[in-house]
């Protein structure tokens, strides 16, 4: 894919791409576009599987000692989960989107400074390139800033939801006392109160779609 791309690149016409197609557009498309077929796309799928690993131990241990309601509870909590995320995972797209937009010109904009360095410097323009520069960092900045709010807001959520089923599994765990061997239910805390990081199972399935997008 990257031998191809570069072959089209380099045998591009000029007057119809190269005098029309922002640098910082080609820069990223090497820069970013293309990672997904070096290894990337398989990051999600790793961590998503890793996830589903420990879910399918906590259920596993869960039917063992014979706590099929824990099991529909988690369930309930999946679906809760999935509700809460529809508009994170959307919100999440779209700032993906604007944040893929924004490094465009300023690529541009810094490969266009490098090239008339001379002619800056003769004029004494550094200080107003440099501030261009920083104005176009300030966008990215804001992008950040709401791009981390809703992380936040899907964090705090997601977490309160996980917090539930802890507190499910530490009733079983006392009602289970004496009945089942200590270990397991000392796992079986162990393990469900780390849950909280399923969130991110959410996150990874986006990503990998964003991905299959790109691909």
Same mark, same amino acid.
């Given at each position: 894919?990257?031998?191809?791309?570069?072959?089209?690149?380099?045998?591009?016409?000029?007057?119809?791409?190269? #005098?029309?197609?922002?640098?910082?557009?080609?820069? $990223?498309?090497?820069?970013? +576009?293309?990672?997904?077929?070096?290894?990337?796309?398989?990051?999600?799928?790793?961590?998503?599987?890793?996830?589903?690993?420990?879910?399918?131990?906590?259920?596993?241990?869960?039917?063992?000692?014979?706590?099929?309601? &824990?099991?529909?509870?988690?369930?309930?909590?999946?679906?809760? /989960?999935?509700?809460?995320?529809?508009?994170?995972?959307?919100? +999440?797209?779209?700032?993906?989107?604007?944040?893929?937009?924004?490094?465009?010109?300023?690529?541009?904009?810094?490969?266009?400074?490098?090239?008339?360095?001379?002619?800056?410097?003769?004029? @004494?323009?550094?200080?107003?390139?440099?501030?261009?520069?920083?104005?176009?960092? +300030?966008?990215?900045?804001?992008? *950040?800033?709401?791009?981390?709010?809703?992380?936040?807001?899907? @964090?705090?959520? /997601? *977490?309160?939801?996980?917090? &539930?089923?802890?507190?499910?599994?530490?009733?079983?765990?006392?009602? @289970?006392?004496?009945?089942?061997?200590?270990?397991?239910?000392?796992?079986?805390?162990?393990? $469900?109160? #780390?849950?909280?990081?399923?969130?991110?199972?959410?996150?990874?399935? @986006?990503?990998?779609?964003? /991905?299959?997008?790109?691909?």
């Amino acid at each position: 894919m990257h031998k191809e791309t570069l072959t089209k690149v380099l045998h591009a016409p000029v007057n119809i791409f190269f #005098d029309v197609t922002p640098i910082g557009k080609i820069l $990223s498309i090497f820069n970013g +576009d293309l990672e997904v077929f070096y290894g990337r796309i398989l990051e999600p799928l790793h961590h998503m599987s890793e996830q589903a690993a420990h879910i399918i131990v906590v259920l596993s241990i869960f039917y063992a000692i014979g706590n099929v309601y &824990v099991l529909l509870m988690l369930c309930s909590m999946v679906y809760v /989960m999935y509700f809460i995320s529809k508009p994170y995972l959307h919100a +999440d797209n779209q700032l993906h989107k604007v944040g893929s937009t924004l490094w465009t010109p300023i690529r541009s904009y810094f490969h266009e400074s490098l090239r008339g360095t001379t002619i800056i410097r003769a004029f @004494n323009q550094e200080e107003t390139i440099m501030a261009r520069q920083m104005e176009l960092l +300030d966008k990215t900045t804001t992008h *950040f800033i709401a791009h981390h709010s809703c992380w936040c807001w899907f @964090n705090i959520r /997601m *977490f309160s939801a996980t917090k &539930v089923f802890s507190l499910c599994t530490i009733l079983i765990c006392f009602m @289970n006392k004496g009945v089942v061997s200590n270990v397991t239910l000392s796992l079986l805390i162990n393990w $469900s109160t #780390d849950l909280s990081w399923l969130m991110h199972f959410f996150g990874c399935l @986006n990503w990998f779609m964003r /991905m299959m997008v790109q691909v």
